[in-house]
Each structure stands twice: as structure tokens, then as C-alpha cells.
């Protein structure tokens, strides 16, 4: 058994909010529909964090069978490598977070059809696939690619479909800038990582392609991200008061520029993930003030 203290430590709080993010826009997208269940929505933000918990427990116990964690790694529970907790005790714990989130979805299922099923199987799917397996997605240059789809358009377009019953064009458009600033953290993570995962047989992003264009990939998502945004605003497809995102533009130049050093790039997750927040507040409010502009 973990006491709540280490169910928190292993639920690594901070990437949650990489969760609130999507289930956040694809509310301000479904409000707009005219139809919006509070209850389902509720129920999705249960859902997104057992799912969180449950692909960050997975994450320490595929890590640490295979010996990529110590006490020293950054960004990690550490509740397994510390003899805290029996590493089965942590995969089972994995196991119990999945299985609430497919009880809560199963409800979710009953009013809204099908396809909220397939869609959560996919995204448990990608749970496991992304960090265990003889060759886990987190260990090639390809870990951002299922983060970009998982935490951008599934769960925003999720979200939607869960709380109005309908998925628009919005949904999907409004996704494209979330996920590419999650796949942004994940880049960071493994800029941070690059020397230990290396040593580990691991081929990320920036280990196959050096860290200099790793970066320049990681600063290429975040002004894609912003493009996206104005793209659509000018193109008609998101309302004009989606460019409020644009406001947040002099922090992520601040936050390149703190990355630009090595002990820039070991802050990289946290500085990255708090741009992300920024940004899809400022997005989830501006798709609401289109609404009651």
C-alpha cells in the first residue's frame, strides 16, 4: 500500500495541469454549442487526472524495471528506486487508476454513444504502448507524436463530445496549439535527460538528432503553436477573441531564452509547462468571450 503522501509524490502533481489544459479548452469549444453538462464535465477532469496518475505510475515502473531511474533522476515519484514502495505495488496502482477512469467513462458511454468508448480505449492504449513494451514510444524520437495526438486533438475533442454531445471543427482546431505545447514539455523533459537516457540505449528526439536541433524543434512547436493560432484566427475558423493567446507571446520568448543555457534546459519541464497553462487559459477564455462578447 502508498500512503497519500507517495500516491502524490508518483502522481507527479505539476503534469496534471497538462491535463486541465485540454478538458479546459474543449469546454469553452462545447459551451459554445449551446449544450454543456456540467456533470460530464466534472466527470472528464475525474477522468483526465486518474489517467494522469495512472500514465505517470506507469512511467516510474516501466522506468525502473528497466533501470533508467536512480534517487538522483529529476522528475520522478522516486517512491520505487528510494525502497519506499514495491515497484509491483506502483504497477498495480497503475492498473486501479485505469480501471477507474474506464468505470467513469462507461457513464459517460451510457448517454453519449460509442465513440467516447473507442476514444478512451485509445488513450489507455497509448498509456501503454508510450511506456512499456519491449520498445516503448517514450524511447524513440516518436514519444511526442502520440502526446501531440493524446493530449491535443483525443482530449479536447473528447471533452467535447463527453460535455455537448458533438465534436465541431472548432474542437479540432482549437487542439492543435494545446497539443503542440504538450509535446513541447515532453521535448524538454528529454533535452533534460538527454546524457542519462543516452547511456540507456534510448533514441528520442534529442539523442538522434542532437541537442542543438532538439532545441530548435522545441522553440519550432512553441511558434507553431502560436501560427496555428493566428492562422486560424485570420482564416475564420477559430473567433478573433481566440488571438487573445497572443498576449502570452513576450513569455514564451522569455521562456526560449531561459532555456538557451544548460542550466535553462534542466528547468525546461517546469518553464514550458507553466507557458502551456498560460496559454490555454488564455485560449479557453478567449473562445468564452467570443460566446458572451
Not at 37 to 45: A, F, G, Q
Not at 97 to 117: D, K, R
Not at 193 to 214: E, N, Y
Request: charged share 10%; proline share 5%.
Amino acid at each position: 500500500m502508498m500512503t497519500f503522501a507517495q500516491l502524490v509524490r508518483v502522481s507527479r502533481p505539476p503534469t496534471l495541469a497538462a491535463t486541465v489544459v485540454p478538458i479546459l479548452v474543449g469546454a469553452a469549444v462545447a459551451w459554445i454549442s449551446g449544450k454543456f453538462s456540467w456533470w460530464s464535465w466534472l466527470d472528464m477532469i475525474a477522468i483526465g487526472f486518474a489517467m494522469q496518475i495512472g500514465a505517470n505510475m506507469l512511467n516510474e515502473y516501466f522506468d525502473f524495471q528497466k533501470g533508467l531511474d536512480g534517487e538522483e533522476s529529476q522528475g520522478i515519484g522516486g517512491i520505487i528506486v528510494s525502497g519506499e514502495v514495491p515497484a509491483k505495488t506502483v504497477w498495480h496502482g497503475a492498473l486501479i487508476c485505469y480501471g477507474i477512469a474506464l468505470g467513469l467513462g462507461l457513464i459517460l458511454v451510457a448517454t453519449h454513444g460509442p465513440w467516447l468508448l473507442v476514444m478512451g480505449l485509445l488513450a489507455i492504449l497509448a498509456g501503454f504502448v508510450y511506456a512499456g513494451g519491449p520498445l516503448p514510444l517514450s524511447s524513440t524520437p516518436f514519444g511526442e507524436i502520440i502526446v501531440f495526438f493524446v493530449m491535443g486533438p483525443l482530449e479536447v475533442t473528447a471533452t467535447s463530445l463527453a460535455t455537448s454531445g458533438v465534436i465541431t471543427s472548432l474542437a479540432w482546431f482549437a487542439s492543435l496549439p494545446v497539443g503542440l505545447l504538450v509535446a513541447s514539455i515532453l521535448l524538454a523533459n528529454n533535452l533534460r535527460d538527454r546524457t542519462k537516457d543516452a547511456a540507456f540505449g534510448r533514441h528520442t528526439i534529442p539523442i538522434v538528432l542532437g541537442s542543438r536541433t532538439g532545441f530548435a524543434i522545441l522553440v519550432g512547436f512553441i511558434g507553431l503553436a502560436y501560427a496555428t493560432v493566428l492562422f486560424l484566427v485570420l482564416s475564420h475558423r477559430m473567433p478573433v477573441s481566440a488571438g487573445l493567446v497572443l498576449a502570452s507571446i513576450p513569455l514564451a520568448v522569455k521562456s526560449v531564452r531561459a532555456m538557451r543555457t544548460e542550466p535553462g534546459l534542466r528547468r525546461g519541464v517546469p518553464i514550458v509547462g507553466r507557458l502551456h497553462v498560460v496559454m490555454g487559459f488564455l485560449l479557453t477564455l478567449g473562445i468564452l468571450w467570443n460566446v458572451h462578447g
